[in-house]
């Protein structure tokens, strides 16, 4: 087994990897592709010191000794715990893994990571608020506030979603918005 068959989506589930897209030279319209594929709902985002490589590398490492390396083994262990296990990482943060639905590939991915709900590290997160932050940062021009009346455009045009009234509930997007300036 290799990190290779552990699937883990960093930029949805990684700060670093979120904020280091951002800055990144892929062409804008990528960006804007890529981020539609964050979703509609919410999901966890790992805030913690640990580096992706470093995340995989140390589930790759827990699977082979609990010997659960192979997809047979790996989905036996999280069936028999209602389709998913959580491990704890070097920083204490907690981290879900789910089985990846089958394909012919024999070396695809079969293990689905993702940061756990409620662990140390992570924080829950609105997709579209997300989704929103990331699109005002690509095509700002001025990103040191937080413009409502340029985050609405933006949003219409990029993201197919309404305007946000700004006097009222904007603490997701200005939480999101923090977390990227940081």
Known sequence: MTTRQILFHHLKH???SVRHFIQSSLPTDNKLHT???FG???FDI???PLQTETI???VLHYLIRQDLSNRDAFENWVNTNGGFRT???SDNSSWTLRIQPAIADAAAPFVHLHPS???PNTLRIKANAMKSIVVYYLLATDTTILNFTVLNVLREKHLDLSPI???GNTEELQKVFALLSA
Request: aromatic share 12%.
């Open 165 to 167: 009234d700004p006097a």
């Open 35 to 37: 981020i539609k594929t």
């Open 40 to 42: 509609g709902s919410q």
């Open 56 to 58: 995989t590398q140390e």
């Open 117 to 119: 709900r409620y662990s």
């Open 87 to 89: 491990i704890t990482l």
């Open 14 to 16: 990684h700060l670093f």
């Open 46 to 48: 790992y805030t913690g």
